[in-house]
């Protein structure tokens, strides 16, 4: 949640503007079944406002993905995130000390302990199977699949593929 109150409004207010001109610029029966507005409330990624396709549901590297995230201590069930697709089947993930690799190139730092203080797992490594992706922010300490608590993206936790609209 956004420390600054006015800031938050702000969002609303302008998600509102979008979702309205969504509306019009689509038929509304199709807007309503194929398309969701999504919100990042945190710093994860560069744009807090997106557009997810429902339809488009096979993300590849470098898209962004809304998806259901696993049951974890952090978010509510059900929760739902959008992340960059980092890394596809076939991909190979390693650890280099904290450092995270996917497909030869850079992730991003693991780090060894939540903001509370707690120890967190790191994420899988070896190749990324049928059926799973990797997914990260673009923020140091954006919860993804560096971390165990997140892990691999299932494809039938993928909700759609989403483009940034603010």
């Not at 971390?147 to 993928?158: E, K, M, P, Q």
Request: zero cysteines; aromatic letters at 8%; proline letters at 7%.
């Amino acid at each position: 949640m956004s420390s600054n109150p006015q800031r938050s409004w702000r969002k609303v207010g302008a998600a509102a503007i979008v979702l309205v001109a969504a509306l019009t610029l689509k038929t509304g029966q199709e807007v309503l079944t194929r398309y969701r507005v999504g919100f990042n409330e945190t710093d994860s990624l560069g744009n807090w406002g997106y557009i997810v396709d429902t339809q488009k549901r096979q993300p590849a590297r470098g898209n962004l993905v809304a998806f259901v995230v696993p049951d974890n201590e952090y978010y509510p069930a059900g929760s739902s995130f959008v992340k960059r697709v980092a890394g596809v089947p076939g991909d190979v993930i390693e650890h280099r000390e904290d450092q995270v690799y996917v497909a030869g190139s850079p992730v991003g730092q693991m780090k060894s302990h939540d903001r509370s203080g707690r120890p967190v797992e790191p994420g899988p490594v070896g190749v990324i199977p049928t059926g799973k992706i990797y997914v990260a922010g673009d923020h140091k300490d954006s919860l993804d699949s560096r971390y165990a608590v997140i892990g691999l993206v299932d494809s039938r936790r993928i909700i759609g593929i989403g483009e940034p609209i603010l």
